[in-house]
């Protein structure tokens, strides 16, 4: 069963940057595409970044150029820098594979305040 541990999320001011990471375990992570999710207040979680097993990348519109998700296949560890933050960008943060699988972890808080 896939287990995601979540971490670096955080208050910031609008501007600021946080760096996300997720370890993952109970698969071969190198053969997984991943991605990032959010689920702001009130809303649906929604898929914002995608690496695949082989390094290629995909983003949300509302976050391309200011977020980069990047992975290590030797720490099992999926990344998503954010840069530029914006209070829209408030919500809890997931990693899960892409698809996602029925496992998710606890994500982590990033609040942005104006």
């Known amino acids: 069963q896939v287990q995601l541990v979540e971490s670096g999320g955080g208050l910031v001011q609008a501007g600021g940057s946080l760096r996300l990471s997720c370890v993952f375990s109970?698969?071969?992570?190198?053969?997984?595409?991943m991605g990032w999710y959010r689920q702001p207040p009130g809303k649906q979680r929604q898929l914002v970044a995608r690496i695949t097993s082989g390094g290629g990348t995909d983003y949300a519109e509302s976050v391309k150029g200011r977020f980069t998700i990047s992975r290590d296949n030797a720490k099992n560890t999926v990344y998503l820098q954010m840069n530029s933050l914006k209070p829209e960008d408030t919500a809890v943060y997931y990693c899960?594979?892409?698809?996602?699988?029925?496992?998710w972890g606890q994500g982590t808080q990033v609040t942005v305040s104006s």
């Open positions: 899960n594979t892409s698809p996602s699988s029925s496992s």
């Open positions: 109970g698969r071969v992570f190198r053969f997984n595409d």
